[in-house]
């Protein structure tokens, strides 16, 4: 079975720009998240869909960081402008419903100079 | 926000050593997970706990879900060099919006000299 799939792996921009990522989650599987995780830290959810509709997204900057789940598989996170502090791994997990235990992807690691 | 404390932060173990780590919340929690994270990857799901008091094994890690729901700890047994990496204990808490939703604790980074 495939896993989640993430895309870029690296990314490299300068302040203000703007920067977008891409995950493919396991196939049939509805719950989609997308954390942040700062270097020496654990991971912290940004946002969290089930299907296409967002279940929380309490801990989203939503004043520069967008995500959406269209058709309900594939998820884009975008942030615009970038600062400095967005420099992180930014990391998208999967599971079967909201109860299941989540698969992470490989992760993108996103630097801001 | 519920808050996990993860101890230690690193350790530095000779090979076939044991190993042991905790979290400790101030919320509890419904389930409590642990994770191993290596270098440019992801976490990888090791143990899932969902019941007060228990203990599972998976190999040479075995870990227990605290009687209070407020904490967990893993072990590691017989250590071996492919262990190296940093562990992460979370927990996830029911109900309302935040279903699903998991916290992370800050990670135990842990090195194996052959």
């Known amino acids: 079975e495939a896993g989640v799939a993430q895309s870029p792996r690296y990314k490299i921009i300068e302040k203000r720009q703007s920067v977008a990522f891409w995950c493919n989650p396991i196939?049939?599987?509805?719950?989609l998240y997308w954390y942040q995780q700062i270097l020496g830290q654990g991971p912290k959810l940004l946002i969290q869909?089930?299907?296409?509709?967002?279940?929380?997204d309490s801990q989203l900057p939503k004043d520069r960081f967008s995500a959406e789940r269209l058709k309900g598989v594939d998820s884009t996170l975008k942030i615009q402008p970038a600062k400095l502090e967005d420099s992180a791994v930014y990391l998208c997990?999967?599971?079967?419903?909201?109860?299941?235990?989540?698969?992470f992807g490989p992760g993108t690691r996103l630097t801001v100079t | 926000g519920q808050q996990l404390n993860q101890s230690p932060q690193s350790m530095f173990i000779q090979e076939g050593e044991d190993v042991s780590m905790n979290c400790t919340s101030s919320?509890?929690?419904?389930?409590w997970l642990w994770y191993k994270q290596d270098p440019g990857e992801g976490p990888v799901l090791l143990i899932a706990?969902?019941?007060?008091?228990e203990l599972t094994s998976n190999g040479r890690l075995t870990a227990q879900f605290g009687i209070t729901r407020k904490d967990s700890f893993l072990n590691i047994s017989a250590s071996i060099p492919s262990d190296v990496g940093i562990y992460f204990c979370?927990?996830?808490?029911?109900?309302?919006?935040?279903?699903?939703?998991?916290?992370f604790g800050q990670g135990t980074i842990l090195t194996v000299h052959p």
């Open positions: 706990l969902y019941k007060a008091g």
């Open positions: 979370a927990g996830r808490s029911g109900g309302g919006t935040s279903y699903g939703k998991l916290t």
């Open positions: 869909f089930q299907n296409n509709g967002v279940v929380d």
């Open positions: 997990a999967s599971s079967f419903g909201t109860s299941s235990e989540q698969y």
């Open positions: 919320s509890i929690f419904n389930t």
């Open positions: 196939s049939g599987h509805a719950t």
